[in-house]
């Protein structure tokens, strides 16, 4: 059964680094999430992302993230410079359609150090 | 903005006993998703069950099922003949239509469900 891929599963990073998250959606899946949950904490929205530009995004989503596309099959979230309070678990998810279910990955936790 | 809450941070059932979750939630939208996500020890997410606002059928997927009650924004999670494997974070998501954009899910705080053997 396809899934979403994520990797790392797990990256522990220096305090104002810059980071780079990876997602490997379903093949034919057209839209694309980030999530993010910290630890103990309901997952939030971040970004929805379709035709290669954001759809909507939230206001945890700031200057300091941003996400591509950049070969048609991953989708990548990128944290420039990195805070304590970035430290939580961030899942990828895409969907096949406009209103269908979104289909997770397994996360990949990052802990900034 | 949605707003999903489940009032029930934590609860626990005797094994092969009957549990429901609750969740309610908030919109003004008519047409939308309902899910309920399993988060285990892992933190993968796992979709337990989903159930589109249109239908009035309540969603079943084996042992378990969900009451919505749209009038009262209402939708809960009855888990029958509860397993050890059912152990795990609960979480009830509110998924927009997407008519103008992607879409996105609103998730609850989560439901922490303990099944003692």
């Known amino acids: 059964e396809p899934e979403v891929t994520q990797t790392p599963s797990h990256q522990v990073t220096q305090m104002g680094q810059e980071v780079i998250l990876r997602c490997v959606p379903i093949s034919n899946h057209l839209y694309f999430y980030w999530y993010r949950q910290i630890l103990g904490q309901k997952v939030e929205f971040l970004v929805s992302f379709y035709n290669n530009e954001i759809s909507e995004k939230s206001e945890i989503f700031d200057d300091q993230f941003s996400v591509e596309r950049p070969d048609g099959s991953n989708f990548t979230l990128k944290i420039r410079s990195t805070k304590l309070e970035d430290s939580a678990m961030y899942f990828c998810?895409?969907?096949?359609?406009?209103?269908?279910?979104?289909?997770f990955g397994q996360g990949t936790r990052l802990t900034v150090v | 903005a949605q707003t999903v809450t489940q009032s029930q941070p934590e609860m626990s059932v005797q094994e092969a006993e009957t549990v429901t979750l609750s969740c309610t939630y908030d919109t003004s939208e008519s047409d939308y998703y309902l899910f309920w996500y399993k988060q285990p020890p892992s933190r993968q997410m796992i979709l337990v069950i989903r159930q589109e606002a249109y239908k009035q059928q309540n969603a079943t997927e084996n042992r378990f099922s969900v009451n919505f009650q749209k009038a009262a924004k209402s939708f809960s999670l009855k888990i029958s003949d509860s397993q050890l494997g059912d152990a795990a974070m609960y979480f009830c998501a509110y998924r927009t239509y997407g008519y103008t954009n992607a879409g996105k899910s609103t998730f609850g705080d989560g439901t922490t469900l303990t099944v003692k053997p």
């Open positions: 998810a895409s969907n096949p359609r406009q209103n269908t279910e979104a289909f």
